[in-house]
Structure formats: C-alpha cells, structure tokens
C-alpha cells in the first residue's frame, strides 16, 4: 500500500477544500432529508481519503472525480432506502395479517414481569423468547459460558412463574 506523504495529504485536502461546498450542494439536491447531505458528504470525504492515490493531477479531473465518488455514494444511499422501506412494508404487511399471540391483559402482565427481572435475566429471557435465539446462542451473544446461561434462564423463569400465577389467575376469574 502506498504511504500518505505529506504532498498527497496536501492534494487531497487541496481538492476536498475547493469541491466540498459543490458536493454538499449537489447532494443536499438529491436527498428528500437535508441532513443526510452532511453524512454522504461525510462518506465521500471519507473515500476520497481511503483513494488517495486514485486523486488524478488536474484540478478539473479531481473534481470529477470527487463527483464520482459522491454518485456511487448517493446511489448506496438510494439502494439503502429502498431496501429499508421495502423491508418496512413486508413487516407491516406481516403484522397485520399475524393475529396477536394473547389477549392484551396477558401480553402485558408478560411484559411487566419480564421488564421486572435483574438486567441479566432479562435480556437473556428476551434473547430467547423474544428474540429466538436458543440458550447457547444467547449465552455467546451475553459472553457468558453456556451453563451460567441455563441456570440464570432457570432462575429467571422460576421468578417469572411467580410473578405471572397471581395476574394471570386474575385474568382467567374475570
């Protein structure tokens, strides 16, 4: 890899100086949220670091190549949206077609119980529950060993039981 000297640290710095308030205009253009204009141009500048020595001699070759940088940045940015909009969609095309697990008293008795526990019961609880990871992935992801996962869990459960008989019996008498 070639080292940044201190003549490419000047061009580079050089070329983003003079462009940078053109990229930012051009990108503020093209986003429908202002503010993410900062953050694309954040990325080209960033890129434009990491290809130092792509930086082409002439002034007017840097700026065409700093744009270029800065469309193939708008362009991730664009896929980036689609895919979290269509993501969002079949979500909620998937919520609303799921029936919910439990009537609402009982989700919520669940719910407060579960937010009841230690820190460290509930998220391994909610890893596994909620979440569907299995005991020994859970543990991996806590960085815990599997069999301090599995006694915690059992623990936690006990006092989820608990807690959950007396609401629960309150629910089925009403």
């Given at each position: ?96 077609t799921t029936p919910p697990a439990s009537d609402p008293a009982e989700r919520h008795a669940v719910r407060d119980a579960v937010l009841r526990l230690h820190d460290a019961q509930r998220e391994l609880v909610m890893l596994i ?46």
């Open positions: 890899m070639h080292a940044v000297t201190p003549r490419d640290r000047a061009a580079v710095r050089d070329a983003l100086r003079s462009t940078s308030p053109d990229l930012l205009a051009y990108l503020e253009r093209r986003v429908s949220v202002r503010e993410d204009a900062a953050d694309l141009l954040g990325e080209v500048l960033l890129q434009a670091w990491r290809r130092h020595t792509s930086l082409p001699a002439e002034p007017t070759r840097q700026r065409m190549w700093l744009f270029t940088i800065a469309a193939h940045v708008l362009a991730n940015h664009r896929r980036s949206i689609r895919r979290r909009t269509s993501l969002a969609e079949r979500l909620r095309a998937e919520v609303a529950h909620w979440d569907g990871f299995t005991i020994v992935e859970a543990a991996e992801l806590l960085g815990l060993n599997a069999s301090t996962a599995r006694s915690r869990y059992a623990a936690a459960r006990e006092t989820l039981k608990r807690a959950l008989e007396e609401p629960l019996r309150q629910a089925a008498e009403a």
